[in-house]
């Protein structure tokens, strides 16, 4: 068995081609492959069909509060409305989820990534707004950002010196770019990341 710490220290090193990456990876590749082709389908081809599916799907605090579409809370962690937004996002999945995959498993990676997304969306719905709409894996992507800071700082058994200075480099740097960017969602982010730290000792507890 590969340890979490050999693991982690070349999360950002993609040694396999592209089917081994399917093989080895098949979550990550799934939600990735979600990513993009919801984004070419509501807003690359211009069908009505599209621009109902991409109404259907985008997280409105309103439509949620008031109407009961409770989905919403689920729907936008796959769906993007910039190019830079999906690649950002994506890009950000396919090199740090692969390590948690391998060491949560599939079952356990998947369920922790939606419930972060989702509690992202919960606060969104409570401390944004009545009138916010939005949608992005910024929350999921924040979540497993918070679960690598759980590491960093509880579990160093887990991650090695090198990779755990680079993330929390990276969080950093992803913090500031939270409260400086335009149109982002703020509360997705701050607290995807606190669902990922406060996640950690479930998902890490027996490793």
Do not use: C
Not at 164 to 172: C, G, N, S, Y
């Amino acid at each position: 068995m590969v340890l979490f710490s050999q693991v982690i220290k070349m999360f950002f090193v993609r040694t396999e081609n592209f089917q081994q990456f399917i093989r080895y990876y098949p979550v990550i590749t799934a939600l990735a492959a979600i990513h993009l082709i919801l984004f070419i389908m509501t807003e690359v081809i211009p069908l009505n069909i599209f621009l109902d599916l991409k109404a259907l799907l985008l997280g409105n605090n309103y439509l949620v509060r008031v109407e009961g579409e409770y989905w919403r809370l689920f729907t936008p962690i796959f769906l993007h409305l910039s190019l830079t937004h999906v690649v950002f996002n994506t890009f950000s999945l396919v090199l740090f989820g692969p390590a948690l995959e391998v060491m949560l498993g599939k079952v356990k990676f998947i369920l922790a990534y939606l419930f972060m997304g989702i509690i992202g969306n919960v606060f969104t719905l409570f401390v944004g707004p009545l009138l916010m709409s939005h949608a992005g894996a910024s929350g999921a992507i924040f979540g497993i950002f918070g679960l690598y800071l759980y590491l960093s700082f509880f579990r160093r058994d887990l991650i090695d010196h090198q990779s755990r200075q680079v993330i929390l480099v990276i969080i950093v740097i992803s913090l500031i770019m939270t409260f400086t960017g335009a149109n982002i969602n703020v509360y997705a982010h701050l607290f995807g990341l606190i669902a990922g730290v406060a996640l950690g000792p479930i998902v890490f507890g027996n490793k």
